[in-house]
């Protein structure tokens, strides 16, 4: 007898927590058209804000509200998602989970949309008019700040910081036809200066990982919490002409590894450093080779294509009905061992 009731009691809660995860809505967004439709949603926690973008080259990135067309340092970025004309199917997304009641604000960071008014809130209340008539109002040059690196390893005394009037931008190519290599892969940056990715054709990402876990993301190996920082998956079709970029900001000379994150690209040995030794156990070419030899297999969870990402949230699409049938199923379940107390 003692054993059933610990059953039910059990069985109560997990019917609490399927009820709860069976309420949690998910708001689909759709970019494009210099604007999110709709531009503003009420969500609470635990629901998901789905941006399905559409023909163009946009993207859905947090900012502020004092500053609506300028990145939040940390936020969430879906990275730039071209879609060409006459696209009709098998739209590219990027879902935010909803964590908080307090307000969320996004723009577009392609060039002179935010200033256009391309914004999108949840939870703003009374605020959304204030809030884009702000970004209308911004300097174009705002909405093209660089996305700083979350690399963040204290730079030794021999690391002297350079005057920004010498900073340099360093130019890499990710992918293109029938390449599947960042080019150049190694290079060597100073304090203040810039990488900027420029992503070609297919499907690739930039991710921070590390040397000792090449294929893993930093935000998911590290046991400190650190968040490396990721660029998201940038589909760009044959013929295209422009290239979306993500562009990192350099704070110190360590050693800075990276890698693609789509399926088996990194054990192909598609990876990047930044500042690499050029002697020792722990050389770019020594990275590139531990790559390999993992294969990939220790891959990030969140190494997934396009497409399946739009698996993932067809799933989340269909999740009430599946929770609501295990409810049922539950209920059943409880009413059978009530009669049996």
Not at 59 to 77: I, K, M, R, W, Y
Not at 296 to 314: C, F, L, M, P, Q
Request: hydrophobic share 40%.
């Amino acid at each position: 007898m003692a054993s059933g009731h610990y059953i039910l009691q059990a069985s109560i809660a997990l019917l609490c927590y399927l009820s709860w995860a069976a309420h949690a809505a998910q708001f689909e967004v759709v970019v494009g058209g210099l604007q999110f439709k709709p531009p503003t949603v009420v969500a609470a926690p635990g629901d998901t804000v789905l941006f399905v973008f559409k023909q163009g080259n946009h993207s859905a990135t947090q900012s502020s509200f004092e500053n609506p067309c300028v990145a939040a340092l940390g936020g969430f970025d879906s990275g730039f998602m071209p879609v060409a004309e006459g696209t009709n199917v098998s739209f590219p997304a990027s879902p935010l989970n909803v964590t908080t009641t307090e307000p969320v604000w996004v723009y577009c960071r392609q060039a002179n949309h935010c200033q256009q008014g391309m914004v999108f809130a949840i939870n703003p209340g009374n605020q959304f008019s204030a809030f884009q008539a702000a970004a209308r109002s911004s300097s174009p040059s705002s909405s093209t700040k660089t996305v700083p690196s979350s690399h963040t390893s204290t730079a030794t005394s021999s690391a002297v910081p350079r005057p920004a009037a010498t900073s340099s931008d360093h130019t890499v190519v990710v992918g293109g036809p029938n390449r599947v290599f960042f080019s150049p892969s190694n290079i060597t940056a100073q304090i203040g200066d810039t990488v900027t990715f420029q992503f070609q054709q297919k499907n690739h990402t930039v991710t921070q990982s590390t040397f000792a876990q090449p294929c893993v993301s930093l935000t998911e190996s590290s046991t400190s919490g650190q968040i490396g920082f990721d660029s998201s998956f940038m589909p760009v079709a044959d013929n295209a002409t422009n290239f979306p970029t993500y562009t990192i900001q350099i704070n110190d000379t360590s050693p800075l590894w990276a890698f693609c994150r789509q399926t088996n690209h990194c054990g192909a040995g598609m990876v990047f450093s930044v500042n690499a030794p050029e002697l020792g156990p722990t050389t770019f070419e020594a990275f590139t080779a531990r790559a390999k030899e993992l294969n990939g297999t220790k891959k990030s969870s969140n190494a997934v294509s396009s497409a399946s990402e739009r698996t993932t949230i067809t799933y989340r699409r269909n999740g009430r009905a599946g929770l609501s049938a295990t409810v049922a199923a539950i209920i059943l379940v409880l009413q059978f061992q009530a009669a049996a107390f």
